[in-house]
Each structure stands twice: as C-alpha cells, then as structure tokens.
C-alpha cells in the first residue's frame, strides 16, 4: 500500500495551527457601572464597538425613546446568577427610573442598550 494512506484508501491531512480569522474572541461580560467602550478591528477591516460597563440605557415608552438610569439586573432568561453579577444582555429584564424594561439590544455586540418598557413605576 502506498505511504500516507488510510487502509481505505483515503488521504492523511496534516494539522494546522487556527488561523486569525478562524479564532474566537474574547468573551465580553457587560455590566452595571459608569460607561465604558471599546473598539476592535473585526473582518473587512471594519470597526466594532462594544460596551463592557454601562448605566444608561434608552427605553422605548410609548413608541417614543427615553434616556433612563439602570439600577439594577432583575432577572435573566440565559442564567439566573448572571442576575447577582449585575449582567447586561439580551433578554434581562432591568429596573430603571422608568420602571422595569426587558433588554432588546445586544450590548457586547452593537455597544449600546436599548430596552423596552415592560412595567412603568405605579405612583
């Protein structure tokens, strides 16, 4: 049988190491705190910003946007201890001086927070 062949027949393929734009990114957790940005090169030398702390976050109420204070992380779909970390993601739900709003946005991805009012405060 010839060198470098499997008994099947089929060829041996050397491994290689992961190339740069196969490899992974460092995982981001956003979290409540005075905003802070990044910026990273992504494919097509485009740039990507993204948050890793945030306290601000514009709420839908109404159909019009509002600029309002997050406090805290209620509650999360993904993981119920990311709630006590204080994580911003898609899906929480947070209280902010509006009330409580559900997180529409992908904040380590678009670097931003958008959510929607979900339950205004009753006075």
């Known amino acids: 049988m010839n060198q470098g062949r499997k008994i099947s027949g089929g060829k041996y393929h050397r491994q290689r190491k992961r190339r740069l734009h196969a490899s992974d990114s460092q995982e981001r957790h956003v979290v409540i705190g005075e ?24 709420v839908i109420v109404n159909g019009k946007a509002k600029k309002a204070e997050i406090k805290n992380v209620k509650e999360t779909p993904q993981n119920k201890f990311y709630a006590r970390e204080n994580r911003l ?33 009753s006075k």
């Open 89 to 121: 993601m898609k899906g929480v739900i947070i209280e902010t001086s509006l009330g409580e709003a559900r997180v529409t946005s992908r904040p380590s991805q678009e670097g931003v927070v958008n959510a929607v009012l979900v339950k205004p405060i």
């Open 35 to 58: 905003t802070k940005r990044k910026h990273e090169r992504v494919n097509g030398g485009n740039i990507k910003i993204f948050i890793l702390k945030a306290n601000w976050a514009n």
